[in-house]
């Protein structure tokens, strides 16, 4: 069974850095048909995607959060992680990992995780 | 970049067939997927590559793509069914996903 789970704080402080690990089960991160993706959704607004990486360590990010995003890796204890540099209010969501399925399409996704960015 | 337009809701009766469209410039050419997310809970794909559907999605959910509309149909909705749906493609020339604003079906 393929699971995704996503870990961090979920209160942030304006101008600090977030780090997200997404730790997977049921699949290889060396696995080379498959990536994890990171995608967000403020409270009652749309999915936005943020960042891919794939096993042969090709990584994208969000054109307008690109500055702000890193995005690795670690195969041997199957994590993602994510960090987001200088957190404003308006990062304020609920952070997914999901597994990029060999179509493009994501499945399945990780519970989430809400962080609030509040002084 | 690639943009996806979806309506903002959707309302439909228990017992009859809703459809929640996705527009995009010729979507028709790319694969399009669908997800479903109930309140508090995360996205779930329902249809992929357009009309197929995973392992344990009911019947009741297909899908279909051409020209620059894509439609995801659920037949005899029932109350259940009841949630935002988001659809999705991959924007090849940026090399990364791009969602649809999201639909939310009111089963009435």
């Known amino acids: 069974q393929v699971t995704l789970k996503e870990s961090g704080p979920v209160l942030v402080k304006p101008t600090e850095t977030l780090t997200l690990t997404c730790t997977v089960s049921?699949?290889?991160?060396?696995?080379?048909?498959?990536?994890v993706s990171w995608i967000r959704q403020p409270p009652g607004k749309a999915l936005e995607w943020l960042a891919h990486?794939?096993?042969?360590?090709?990584?994208s990010f969000s054109t307008s959060l690109k500055s702000r995003l890193t995005i690795s890796k670690d195969t041997s204890k199957s994590q993602v992680v994510l960090t987001m540099a200088n957190m404003d209010p308006v990062d304020t969501a609920t952070y997914y990992c999901?597994?990029?399925?060999?179509?493009?399409?994501?499945?399945?996704w990780g519970q989430g995780t809400l962080v609030t960015v509040s002084s | 970049s690639y943009v996806l337009t979806q309506p903002p809701s959707v309302s439909v009766a228990p017992g009859k067939t809703a459809s929640i469209t996705c527009g995009g410039n010729?979507?028709?050419?790319?694969?399009v997927h669908w997800y479903q997310q109930k309140p508090g809970q995360a996205p779930v794909l329902v249809i992929y590559?357009?009309?197929d559907r995973p392992s344990g999605i009911p019947e009741r959910f297909s899908g279909s793509n051409s020209g620059n509309t894509a439609t995801l149909i659920i037949s005899r909705v029932e109350a259940g069914d009841e949630a935002d749906y988001y659809c999705?493609?991959?924007?090849?020339?940026?090399?990364?996903?791009?969602f649809g604003g999201g639909t939310k079906l009111s089963v009435l």
């Open positions: 999901a597994r990029i399925a060999p179509g493009n399409w994501f499945d399945p």
């Open positions: 049921g699949f290889s991160l060396s696995d080379a048909t498959v990536g």
């Open positions: 990486i794939f096993s042969i360590d090709e990584k």
């Open positions: 010729n979507i028709g050419t790319k694969s």
């Open positions: 590559y357009d009309s």
């Open positions: 999705q493609v991959w924007d090849r020339s940026g090399d990364h996903p791009v």
